[in-house]
C-alpha cells in the first residue's frame, strides 16, 4: 500500500518569515495530494490540493509543488503570522474504482513566533 | 451550507463493550469516509461509504463496521472494545459521481474523542 513520510516534525519559524514542510510518498498511482491543517481540537482543515497533472499550484500565501519523478511534494508557506500556527498533514490518494481513500504524513507541529 | 458533523463530541467507554458514533455529511456530499487517529499521528483510513455500502477499507479488523443511510449520513460501529481503540474518530465527506473524474476533495468534521478503560 501507499506510505507517506513528513518532514519535519516541528518547525519553529519568525513571524514574516517562510516555512516548508516537505513529503515522499511511495505508490507511483497516486495522482490527488492534499494538504490539512489542524488546529487542537479540531478536526483536518483543507486548505490547498495539487492533480498529478500539475507541477505547481498558489493560493495567496500558501503553495504547494509536486515532483512526480522524485515522488515528493512539498507545502509552502510566506509571510507566516501566529495564527498559522497549527500542524500540518499532507496526504496522497489513489483512485480505485469509486473509492478514495487519503494516506497522511505523521504531520508537522508549525509554531510561528511573535 | 452546513458543514460536516459529528457526535458526541467525547465518549468514555470499558474494555469489551461497543460503540457507535455518528456522522452528518455536508449538504451535497454523497460519501463519506472515517478516519481514526490516534495521539500525535496522522488520521488513518478505517472504511469509506457510498450508496450504503461500504467502498473501499484500510487495515482493519471486522469488528469496526458501518452503515450509510439514504440521506447519506452514516454510522461508525466498533465491537469489543480494546484500550488501543482509544482515539479521535474523524469522518469526512465527499462527493462521487462516477460518470465525472473527480479527485473526491474529503471535509473532515471535528471528530470524536473515544477513551478506552
Known amino acids: 500500500g501507499e506510505n507517506v513520510e513528513q518532514h519535519p516534525s516541528t518547525l519553529s519559524v519568525q513571524e514574516g518569515d517562510s516555512a516548508v514542510i516537505k513529503c515522499t510518498y511511495s505508490?507511483?498511482?497516486?495522482?490527488?495530494f492534499p494538504w490539512y491543517k489542524q488546529e487542537l481540537g479540531k478536526g483536518p482543515q483543507l486548505i490547498i490540493d495539487i492533480r498529478s497533472n500539475v507541477g505547481e499550484k498558489k493560493d495567496q500565501r500558501i503553495a504547494v509543488t509536486l515532483n512526480k519523478t522524485a515522488k515528493h511534494f512539498s507545502l509552502h508557506i510566506t509571510e507566516t503570522q501566529p495564527e498559522d500556527s497549527a500542524v500540518y498533514f499532507c496526504a496522497a490518494s489513489i483512485s480505485s474504482g469509486s473509492a478514495r481513500q487519503l494516506t497522511f504524513g505523521s504531520g508537522t507541529q508549525l509554531t510561528v513566533l511573535p | 451550507e452546513t458543514g460536516v458533523t459529528q457526535s458526541p463530541t467525547h465518549l468514555i467507554k470499558t474494555r469489551g463493550q461497543q460503540v457507535t458514533l455518528r456522522c452528518s455529511s455536508q449538504?451535497?456530499?454523497?460519501?463519506v469516509s472515517w478516519y481514526q487517529q490516534a495521539l500525535g499521528q496522522g488520521p488513518q483510513f478505517i472504511f469509506q461509504y457510498y450508496r450504503e455500502e461500504e467502498n473501499g477499507r484500510g487495515n482493519f479488523p471486522p469488528r469496526f463496521s458501518g452503515l450509510q443511510f439514504p440521506n447519506y449520513s452514516s454510522e461508525l460501529n466498533v465491537n469489543a472494545l480494546e484500550l488501543d481503540d482509544s482515539a479521535l474518530y474523524l469522518c469526512?465527506?465527499?462527493?462521487?459521481?462516477?460518470?465525472?473524474?473527480?479527485?473526491?476533495?474529503?471535509?473532515f468534521g471535528p471528530g470524536t474523542r473515544l477513551t478506552v478503560l
Open positions: 505508490d507511483s498511482a497516486s495522482n490527488y
Open positions: 469526512a465527506s465527499s462527493s462521487t459521481y462516477l460518470a465525472i473524474s473527480s479527485y473526491n476533495e474529503q471535509f
Open positions: 449538504s451535497g456530499h454523497n460519501t
